[in-house]
Every structure is written in C-alpha cells, then in structure tokens.
C-alpha cells in the first residue's frame, strides 16, 4: 500500500511540474524598445512641428528595405523637443544591422541604418541597439527625450 502511495504521489507531482512553464511570468521582461527619432536641422530646431513644419507630420514614412514593408510610426508631440518625435519598432535580423528608407516627402528619401545586439534568453529575445546612422554619418541621441537626432542640412 505504501508503495502505490509513493507511486501515485510521484505521478501526480510529475504531471504537476509537467505544467509549469517557466515563461509563464514574463510579465517584467525587458522588452525591445521601438527606435524613437525626430527630424532636426543643424541647430537642433525640430523641422516637423506644428506651426510653420519644413515637413509635413503626415508625409514621414519608413519602410524596412529588406522585409519590403511599410512600417507603422507613432508620432508624439513632444513640447520640449520643440516638434514631434517619431517611434518605429521593425524586424531585425541575426546579421544584426537593418536598413530603413525614411521618406521625408515625395522627394526627399534617405536612408536610416541600424545596428543592434541580440541577447538571447531561455524565454524571450532582447536587441540593444549600438549603432544608429543616416545617410552613412553617424547619429547622436538628442540630450531631452533620447530619441536618435536625425540633421537634415537644408
């Protein structure tokens, strides 16, 4: 008898450890930032604003050139950047770099590449981006809201 107690109790402990997923409690995970961004001319004035914008808020687009999609930007007036902050989260890749085309307006295009680092965990994937370049210079993070400050010279 005892031995069908210990039995029946390693069987039900078994089934029970069998369900337990130990991702379930991912709820603090870090979790990969969108790439946040504003438009700036060499004074640091944001050119997309809401009052007299060198660039329309509507006609910023982004688009991953290897997936060959559009991708959703989210856009934030930000009063202490002085315009509107974009944020835009896309795929990455295991070569760890990504290139996007930002379209300004019809006829301005350019190209905004990124690089990140991947850290792998049991449950979840993390990318740190390293690297941020716009038309092959390198990017600073404005010192206000830390999005990626991308010059345009006019």
Same mark, same amino acid.
């Given at each position: 008898?005892?031995?069908?107690? %210990?039995?029946?109790?390693?069987?039900?402990?078994?089934?029970? /450890?069998? #369900?337990?997923?130990?991702?379930?409690?991912?709820? !603090?995970?870090?979790? +990969?930032?969108?790439?946040? /961004?504003? *438009?700036? !001319?060499?004074?640091?004035?944001? $050119?997309? !604003?809401?009052?007299? =914008?060198?660039? @329309?808020?509507?006609?910023?687009?982004? /688009?991953?050139?290897?997936?060959?999609? @559009?991708?959703?930007?989210?856009?934030?007036?930000?009063?202490?950047? #002085?315009?509107?902050?974009?944020?835009?989260?896309?795929?990455?890749? *295991?070569? #760890?770099? =990504?290139? $996007?085309?930002?379209?300004?307006? &019809? %006829?301005?295009?350019?190209?905004? !590449?990124?690089?990140?680092?991947?850290?792998?965990?049991?449950?979840? *994937? *993390?990318?740190?981006?390293?690297? /941020?370049?716009?038309?092959?210079?390198? %990017?600073?993070?404005?010192?206000? +809201? =830390?999005?990626?400050?991308?010059?345009?010279? &006019?």
């Amino acid at each position: 008898m005892k031995k069908n107690c %210990l039995l029946l109790t390693l069987l039900a402990l078994s089934f029970a /450890f069998m #369900g337990c997923d130990e991702c379930s409690d991912t709820g !603090d995970a870090g979790v +990969t930032p969108p790439v946040r /961004f504003s *438009i700036v !001319d060499t004074k640091g004035n944001n $050119l997309v !604003d809401t009052a007299q =914008s060198y660039y @329309s808020v509507d006609s910023i687009r982004l /688009f991953d050139l290897e997936a060959k999609e @559009s991708i959703v930007l989210d856009k934030y007036y930000v009063e202490a950047a #002085g315009g509107y902050v974009f944020s835009a989260d896309f795929q990455r890749n *295991i070569r #760890g770099k =990504s290139s $996007l085309k930002l379209q300004l307006n &019809n %006829l301005d295009s350019d190209t905004l !590449d990124v690089w990140y680092r991947q850290t792998d965990n049991k449950c979840f *994937i *993390i990318y740190e981006y390293t690297r /941020f370049q716009y038309n092959g210079k390198d %990017l600073q993070k404005s010192p206000v +809201t =830390s999005s990626v400050l991308i010059v345009k010279e &006019n």
